[in-house]
């Protein structure tokens, strides 16, 4: 079982900050916290990680609460080519070290002109 | 750039038939690559993990002999979708973890059998 917990949809304006939130309340001290989107057909596209410390880079930004119970993933300015399914994932550890993401079912971000 | 690429994108083939896509890791070597299945408007699942020059781990419920995956270099990585049906239609998708952790995926191909 995926262990986030996202909204199933958001709307956000173009040109405006999308905000993405995902609940992992049952994370532990060592898994981190990663995003991915996939637009339609295509393979899934690394956005960004992090650990316990907020994150940045060209694509957006990550912000983990304290207690690390929860994130939010920021699309800073928001393009219509940002459409797509965004899930938050925790890796965890999976046979023999070799870990693996879990997938939840991800939210699906609708940019409107 | 691409860090991942998988060939064919896309594939129809006839049921009863054996088709093989493959995922190549460019440019970087990967011990470890993972093979997913999507469903239409469903999210990924995951199939087996491949590690270089040993057999894969399949996942409950999914079975090696039907999906056979072959990991014989630190850049290439097959899977076989044998005797094909119908219901085998799907998107599958590989990745590639890197050694810095970061898994990066393949673009897909899509099956249809017919």
């Known amino acids: 079982d995926a262990k986030t917990t996202q909204p199933p949809s958001m709307d956000c304006a173009e040109g405006r900050a999308a905000n993405l939130p995902c609940n992992h309340s049952?994370?532990?001290?060592?898994?981190?916290v990663y995003w991915y989107r996939q637009i339609h057909s295509q393979g899934p596209q690394y956005i960004i990680h992090g650990l316990k410390n907020n994150e940045t880079n060209e694509m957006a930004s990550l912000i983990i609460t304290e207690d690390r119970k929860s994130s939010t993933l920021i699309l800073p300015h928001a393009t219509l080519r940002d459409t797509a399914v965004y899930y938050c994932?925790?890796?965890?550890?999976?046979?023999?070290?070799?870990?693996?993401?879990?997938w939840g079912a991800g939210t699906k971000l609708i940019i409107k002109p | 750039g691409a860090v991942v690429s998988q060939h064919p994108s896309r594939v129809i083939c006839k049921s009863g038939t054996s088709v093989k896509i493959e995922c190549r890791s460019l440019d970087f070597q990967a011990t470890t690559m993972f093979w997913y299945r999507q469903f239409p408007k469903q999210s990924l699942m995951l199939m087996a993990t491949?590690?270089?020059?040993?057999?894969?781990?399949?996942e409950q419920g999914v079975e090696k002999d039907k999906f056979l995956i072959n990991h014989a270099s630190l850049t290439l990585s097959t899977l076989t979708v044998t005797s094909a049906h119908p219901e085998d239609s799907s998107f599958y998708i590989c990745?590639?973890?890197?050694?810095?952790?970061?898994?990066?995926f393949g673009e897909g191909s899509w099956l249809t059998v017919v």
């Open positions: 994932i925790v890796r965890v550890a999976h046979m023999d070290s070799n870990y693996q993401l879990i």
């Open positions: 990745s590639v973890k890197l050694a810095s952790g970061t898994i990066y």
């Open positions: 491949s590690n270089e020059g040993s057999k894969a781990t399949y």
């Open positions: 049952t994370i532990s001290g060592n898994e981190y």
